[in-house]
């Protein structure tokens, strides 16, 4: 990319990120929470290592990836960079387990006993202690990774996880995280992210000794109602580096 490209994008990237930053306050303000509270993690999945250097020079650290290789290989080439943190967003691949637990700083989308056996694993051998939400399917679709979290039942098997990933000392339960349904109109997706928020409520009464702090929820298309439902951390991609290019490899 020519140096004129890469300041354009450097510019373009600030401006949207600064007026999506102004949203979210706005939108803390209105229901009275701290916009300090919450934390905006850019989604760079699929995008080339020159639109995260872009992204940093922007004053970007916090960033979202699915997929673990391909975030690898952009760890890697900012290594030398201090205070940057990276966020596993996606579904995990148990054998994958050892890239998330040695290179990322938060797992957004732990969703088995067995990934989490192998985080800790991986983590204990790193000497890290790694920092995770649950991620819950609280829409029902069955698409979708993570802890179903509708039925008296499934808050029953989510709560023996729960028990079991208490006990990993190199695991740090901090909350649930949730991917809901897409829709147009953000207004359809605002119950599902009260969900979220009522099933941590439950966890956290359950299990008080635990740390129930984050909610991981809202996307380009419906952050506002998340935050206006509790949300800690926004995962935002496409508002802020604009449309993806398609995934290059599996
Ligand atoms: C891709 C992705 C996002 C970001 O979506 P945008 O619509 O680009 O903001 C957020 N969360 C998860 C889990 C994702 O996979």
């Not at 990836?65 to 290989?73: D, G, H, P, T």
Request: overall charge neutral.
């Amino acid at each position: 990319m020519s140096k004129h490209n890469l300041n354009s994008l450097v510019e373009t990237i600030r401006s949207r990120y600064l007026s999506i930053r102004a949203q979210i306050e706005a939108a803390a303000q209105r229901v009275g929470r701290d916009p300090q509270a919450v934390r905006l993690v850019v989604v760079s999945k699929t995008h080339p290592v020159e639109t995260v250097q872009a992204a940093i020079e922007a004053g970007i650290r916090d960033f979202g990836e699915n997929y673990a290789e391909e975030a690898l290989q952009k760890i890697q080439a900012f290594h030398a960079i201090e205070g940057l943190r990276w966020h596993m967003i996606g579904h995990v691949q148990s054998r994958k387990a050892d890239l998330v637990a040695g290179h990322f700083d938060w797992m957004h989308s732990l969703d088995s006993l067995k990934l989490a056996n192998r985080l800790e694993r991986f983590a204990a051998q790193n000497g890290r202690t790694l920092p995770v939400l649950l991620e819950c399917n609280v829409g029902g679709e069955t698409s979708k990774f993570g802890y179903a979290a509708s039925t008296p039942q499934d808050l029953e098997i989510l709560s023996r996880e729960v028990e079991q990933i208490a006990l990993l000392p190199h695991l740090q339960i901090r909350g649930l995280m949730t991917m809901p349904p897409l829709y147009n109109d953000p207004e359809q997706t605002r119950p599902f992210f009260a969900k979220l928020r009522q099933v941590r409520d439950f966890l956290a009464e359950k299990f008080p000794m635990l740390d129930w702090r984050e909610l991981s929820m809202g996307t380009s298309a419906d952050f506002v109602a998340a935050v206006e439902e509790g949300a800690t951390f926004v995962r935002i991609g496409t508002a802020i580096l604009g449309a993806r290019p398609p995934k290059s490899y599996s």
